[in-house]
């Protein structure tokens, strides 16, 4: 089944609540996927490069992480721990360096970007957003998910979001027939799945059309030539929030937008905590039609 | 047309009675469901749905219930006699398997709107998405927008009018259910074609946009119905399925 939720803010007012506003979306969703729970959140811009890494040993894989990335790359490496998460800040120019040790230590990289950070968990979506405190964070706009598996294993690795590439973030609802496929095509060019997971596939799908110069509306177009199978994605990057339906379009979804935000639900229950959602202008996205907006 | 004469639209409240409200803030689905189930009728209002699941479901009387705002999945299931407004938006499957009574919406239905009706009245005051009227069995839909891809597939009695437009695949296997499209139709589904009006035609249609509120004239509707090559197989249809 699984639940989505998004919301793109088109002004600040709502920035310092984003995560909180996002949290009561997520928990929403709860009957929809009680089995594991993810949030892709778009924060202020670092300085550096994000990191945002995850560790089913925390104490033992993030003790002295910090300072031994600071000697390993001669400058200054900032850490936030965040239960079976951390986020790194590191000086730009540095991230294969950095890839390539932690997959030494066995520590697993959940996204990388300039103000994204994605923190997912197995449990309840209220459970995991009070682990990673998502209502305290701030940002632009965010993408959750919460999953009832059906075609690869309940793990911290099998969440959503996934993301392939700096600052963008897939979620889905659906199951794709042709990602096998599509998977090696994609190792081809040089997008190489980590999971066995096909909702991963359409991430990388995603990262390799935008890598090879589509704007995000073309890169959704795509997705409903190159993929096979039922699918509700909901996309997110830098500065962009983008939403397609494949052309059945029985995996349910329901969108609101008012002057301050765009909204995603898998449902209408979804939105019943927005501000002004009395006012909203409130509908079904068609089916087969690519939605996006940039800021 | 045996279901007409039990679908009017709020022309016979029951002056003498205060309406008595639900407040779903501090009630339980199952108390709500139960306390309407157990009604002869009277007028009652749902507030605080927040787009809350299976609303007003199962009602057996003459009840008169208006729900405010939005609703989630099957708002007014299984419906008999009663008569349900909402005032927002509903989520798939409104009036599934309705038997009789009526059902309106103010906003917009998702998918599956009146699916495996029997009878009554299900009225979509804004569109309809994918599949209204799915496996119809004597309803009556009335949408005064648009409708989405494959309705009323497998449709096997009843009347869906459509002020607006349809989408892809309309009628696909259908019975023998009544199509009527002001606008424009995507394109039609297997073994479903465009069938002369008739003046009885006419006369359902006029009496179906009276009760639905619509304003429409029925000379301005094309009727679609059931070309029944595929009621029974026929290898030499085996193209058409």
Redesign the interface.
Known sequence: MCGIVGLFLKKDDLRPRLGDLLTEMLISMTDRGPDSAGIAIYGDASQGLKMTIQSETPDEAFTGLEDNLNALLGAPVQMRVVDTHAVLTLPEGSEAEVRAYLAEKGIRIMGVGQSMEIFKEVGLPKDVAARFGIRQMAGSHGIGHTRMATESAVTTLGAHPFSTDGDQCLVHNGSLSNHNRVRRELARKGFVPQTQNDTEVAACYISSRLAEGANLGEALEGTLDDLDGFFTFVVGTRNGFGVVRD?I??K?A?MAETDSYVAFGS??????NLPGIEDAR???P??ATVYFWER | MTTMANTQVREDLDIGLQPRTIDMAWTELRELNSTLQAQTGGEWVIENTRGAHALAVGLQAPLEVTIKGSTGYYCAGMNKEARVHVTGSVGPGVAENMISGSVVVEGDASQYAGATGHGGLLVIKGNASSRCGISMKGIDIVVHGNIGHMSAFMAQSGNLVVLGDAGDALGDSLYEARLFVRGKVKSLGADCIEKEMRPEHIEILRDLLARAGADARPEEFRRYGSARKLYNFNVDHAGDY
């Open positions: 052309p379009a029985c349910p329901v449902e209408y229950r979804a939105f019943a409130i509908w079904e068609e089916p």
